[in-house]
């Protein structure tokens, strides 16, 4: 059974770790560790184009805002899969374990799953905007239409 007290701040902390995680990704790791030429270059050196490494720290960027924010958190988690399908088809050949060589694939699929799980939830409390048919929330945090 579900506690309708405690789930939505659940769904909300599950939303804003997964926002963080997205913004650390892009801003510290893509942007201040790699560079955004190093990454373009990474992304080329996959057989991608280098300018797909421009559109998937954006989508990081505009996605894990939202997240943090609880800004159509559904539909912001629906659109982060595809970035997080590249980076589990870019570790899948390096086994299992992400502290293995180049990391593994556990990682970026546990996030998938935890976007999937999100995007069934909805926003949780604390959101700036609700999801259609979000439940999420008490009937307490949910604004009268």
């Known amino acids: 059974m579900i506690d309708t007290k405690t789930a939505p701040y659940a769904a909300m902390v ?3 770790s997964l926002g963080l995680m997205f913004l650390a990704h892009s801003v510290v790791l893509k942007i201040m ?7 373009a270059q990474f992304f080329g ?6 300018f797909s490494a421009y559109l998937v720290v954006a ?5 894990g805002t939202a997240l943090v924010l609880g800004v159509k958190t559904r539909l912001a988690a629906a659109l982060l899969l595809p970035v ?6 870019v570790h899948s050949g390096n086994g299992w374990v992400f502290s293995a060589a180049n990391g593994g694939w ?5 996030l998938t799953i935890a976007l999937l799980v999100q995007i069934g939830i909805g926003s949780g409390a604390y959101a700036m905007t609700s999801d259609i048919g ?6 307490a945090e949910v604004p009268a239409k």
């Open 106 to 110: 556990e990682y970026p699929v546990s």
């Open 33 to 39: 560790v790699f560079t955004m030429p190093g990454t």
């Open 14 to 16: 599950l939303r804003v």
């Open 84 to 89: 997080l399908f590249g980076a589990v088809w």
């Open 59 to 63: 989508a990081e960027i505009i996605g």
């Open 134 to 139: 979000d439940y999420s929330r008490s009937p």
């Open 45 to 50: 050196s996959l057989g991608l184009p280098e």
